[in-house]
Each structure stands twice: as C-alpha cells, then as structure tokens.
C-alpha cells in the first residue's frame, strides 16, 4: 500500500470515528453550565476539564440590562442560539452546532455587580472527539464581541 493510500485511510478512519462518536472525549451539554451568576468565583479560572474555557473581566458604567444585550448579540455572532437569557439570574446561555474546528459548543455569560462594576465570566464547554481541535480563543472572542457591542 502506497504512502498515499495509508493516509486517506488514517484520515478515513477517524473522520467515521469522529462521525460515529468514537473516541469522544468530552460532550458539550447546556445542563453542565451553572444555571446563575450569583454564585461563581469571578477570581479564579476552572481549567481542569478538556473541552472547558473559561475567562474573566470587568467593565464600568454599564447596566444590567444593556450588558444582557451585548453578551445575547455576543453569542449570536458567534453562532451561538441563545437558550436562556435571564437578568435575575445574570445568566446568559447558548449553544452551536458542527462546526469545522468543533462537534459542538455551549457557552454561558454570566455576571456580578459591585457598585459600577460589573464582573463578568464566560464559560464555554465544547464537544470534541479524540483527534482533539484546532487552536481557537473560544471565550476571548465572546468577550471581545461584548466589548465591542458596549462601545
């Protein structure tokens, strides 16, 4: 068998493998995200998991309800259908399908107000099989959107 032949064949195999969930190594579920805000560390990250990113800022002046928007229009343009937006809660959720660098993802944006401050924490938990996934800034670019849409 030629050079050629072995690796259309390594690369067949795990794409089947990929696409039967052989070999899954974490699954992305929206029930595997904190259902509030209230009660996460804004000071510390979680790095434990494969398949679980995770980041912390803070921004000024900023309402609840406005920082609510821009994190739902955060997700959205990052492919993200927003399950849950409650600002009770301070909890924003969502989640994507297939994608070329992921089988799937959900995300959360959560927050804690202190005086004009407002922390904020993005989690986002991706579904990946064993072959792994590209490098990608899953939670940076979530909070660069959000930057962005506060102005």
């Known amino acids: 068998m030629s050079a050629l032949m072995k690796a259309v064949l390594a690369i067949s195999v795990l794409f089947v493998m990929g696409c039967a969930g052989v070999g899954t190594t974490t699954v992305a579920r929206l029930s595997d995200l904190p259902d509030s805000g209230n009660s996460l560390n804004y000071g510390a990250l979680t790095r434990s998991e494969t398949g679980h990113y995770e980041t912390n800022f803070s921004v000024s002046g900023v309402s609840d309800s406005r920082f609510h928007a821009a994190a739902r ?3 959205e343009a990052n492919g993200y259908v927003v399950k849950a937006d409650n600002i009770g809660l301070r909890a924003t959720t969502g989640e994507r399908g297939l994608r070329l660098n ?7 944006v959560y927050s804690k107000r202190t005086g004009d401050r407002l922390d904020a924490k993005v989690i986002v938990r991706i579904t990946q099989d064993a072959t ?18 506060l102005g």
């Not at 992921?102 to 959360?108: C, K, L, N, Y």
Request: charged residues 30%; aromatic residues 8%; negative net charge.
């Open 132 to 149: 792994g996934t590209l490098p990608e800034d899953f939670t940076g670019d979530i909070e660069r959107e959000i930057r962005k849409a």
């Open 73 to 75: 229009k955060a997700l």
């Open 102 to 108: 992921t089988w799937g993802a959900v995300a959360g």
